[in-house]
């Protein structure tokens, strides 16, 4: 890889500018890494960021909130907004470019194609949010080709969104590369999400509770159950008893298909944190309002 960082963060509007941008920097030999995010940035964001400077030798990241991925009563229009704030972030880690397009640069007029989610798109998200990962899927195929970087991150934090873009890489023989960073947490286990501004301070305390039902979890698996239907059971009795108002799902399932498990796992391995994960365990749910998603992948 080369060594020389670039000097200045270029922030480029038009796909063809991106594009001769990334095809640039791989002709002078360097490596790019790409993270596509919808702006509102946090530490999560900037992890990944971070992870794609150590995986390559410039980092380029599009800010667009893509309108496609939101349903009809979603929170599209009032998705943060944080565009000085995101570049500052972007300046001082060290991006080599953000790609920014208006909406129009992206769907034109005549725009109509639209890429067919694989199957592990059908459950959890994909039947709550009926064209949420058609949504995604068009864009990351179309924000690749405008980014045709050597390797994409993405967050775990979305965990179901990060199989969909594998299998969708896999399945079209994509060229890039992806590497899927763990989710960053605050101190007390929150999932860091651009969400969690919506919540209002008293009900921090409940949205703790994803966390909270999902280490009950691990604690479950570290203590020797392989019954993958008794942690399920656990998480749900928690959220229920820590007041989220709505559980959209709470599930533990195979952690690459999202399909059910066949039934008990095999016990805890001597070495857990270099096994494969297992199984994972999945949950969405609202408090006060605010939509919000966490896992975690059991060993
Ligand atoms: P978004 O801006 O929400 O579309 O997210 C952009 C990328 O950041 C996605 O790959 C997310 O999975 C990832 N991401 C969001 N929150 C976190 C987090 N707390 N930790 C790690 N990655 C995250």
Redesign the pocket.
């Known amino acids: 890889m080369a060594t020389e960082p670039p000097t200045e963060m270029r922030v480029l509007e038009l796909p063809a500018d991106a594009r001769a941008w990334v095809r640039r920097q791989q002709l002078g030999g360097r490596r790019v890494a790409f993270?596509?995010?919808?702006?509102?940035l946090?530490e999560?964001?900037l992890?990944?960021v971070r992870r794609g400077a150590e995986l390559a030798d410039d980092v380029a990241v599009s800010i667009f909130v893509n309108p496609t991925q939101f349903g009809p009563n979603e929170d599209f229009s009032r998705y943060p907004r944080t565009w000085e704030d995101d570049l500052r972030l972007l300046r001082r880690d060290g991006v080599g470019m953000v790609f920014a397009p208006a909406a129009d640069q992206m769907y034109g007029s005549r725009f109509s194609t639209l890429v067919a989610p694989p199957r592990v798109a059908e459950a959890f998200e994909g039947s709550i949010r009926p064209t949420h990962f058609q949504g995604v899927c068009t864009v990351v195929l179309k924000l690749f080709q405008i980014v045709p970087a050597d390797v994409a991150v993405?967050?775990?934090?979305?965990y179901q969104?990060?199989r969909v873009i594998c299998d969708m890489v896999a399945d079209l023989n994509l060229d890039i590369d992806v590497n899927v960073?763990?989710?960053?947490?605050d101190p007390d286990g929150l999932?860091?999400?651009?969400r969690n501004r919506y919540l209002p301070a008293g009900d921090r305390e409940r949205a703790l509770a994803l966390w909270r039902a999902l280490s009950l979890v691990a604690r479950l698996r570290e203590a020797g159950s392989c019954d993958p239907s008794e942690w399920q059971a656990a998480m749900v009795e928690e959220l229920h008893r820590s007041g989220v108002d709505t559980i959209d799902y709470a599930a533990v399932v195979d952690p690459q298909t999202l399909l059910p498990l066949p039934g008990p796992l095999s016990p805890l391995p001597s070495d857990p944190a270099n096994a494969p994960p297992v199984a994972v365990a999945l949950i969405a749910a609202r408090i006060a309002g605010t939509r919000l998603l966490d896992n975690l992948l059991v060993r």
């Open positions: 993270v596509p995010t919808m702006g509102a946090h999560g964001h992890a990944l993405f967050g775990q934090k979305d969104q990060a960073y763990p989710t960053v947490r999932a860091l999400s651009s």
